[in-house]
Nanobody
Framework: EVQLVESGGGSVQAGGSLRLSCAAS????????IGWFRQAPGKEREGISC????????FYRDSVKGRFTISSDNAKNTVYLQMNSLEPEDTAIYYC????????????????WGQGTQVTVSS
């Protein structure tokens, strides 16, 4: 069974940091790319970062470049999202997902999703 489990969310003040984890199981991790998405209340789910397991290429949404860093530990089948300089606008539920295709920030390319972890940033 394919599983993606997010953890590490929480509540922080603006300017703070969090590190999210996405633990994957039930599939060949090296064959997929893993993306991070977020969804704020009343808004569409948006892609914020992606990493390819094969060569570690990374992609970021413009609004998080320089603040967020995605990384992968293939030995642990886990992808991380280090989030620094958090802003209230980063408040959302954060999801990780997998895609067999090239790395993308478009949710339609991803076929399996985790349950999400809440991130709340207060001003």
């Amino acid at each position: 069974e394919v599983q993606l489990v997010e953890s590490g969310g929480g509540s922080v003040q603006a300017g703070g940091s969090l590190r999210l984890s996405c633990a994957a199981s039930g599939f060949s991790f090296d064959d997929y790319a893993i993306g991070w998405f977020r969804q704020a209340p009343g808004k569409e789910r948006e892609g914020i970062s992606c990493i390819t397991a094969t060569d570690g290429r990374t992609f970021y949404r413009d609004s998080v470049k320089g603040r967020f860093t995605i990384s992968s530990d293939n030995a642990k089948n886990t992808v991380y999202l280090q989030m620094n300089s958090l802003e209230p606008e980063d408040t959302a539920i954060y999801y990780c997902a997998r895609t067999i295709d090239f790395c993308s920030l478009y949710k339609d390319y991803f076929d399996s999703w985790g349950q999400g972890t809440q991130v709340t940033v207060s001003s």
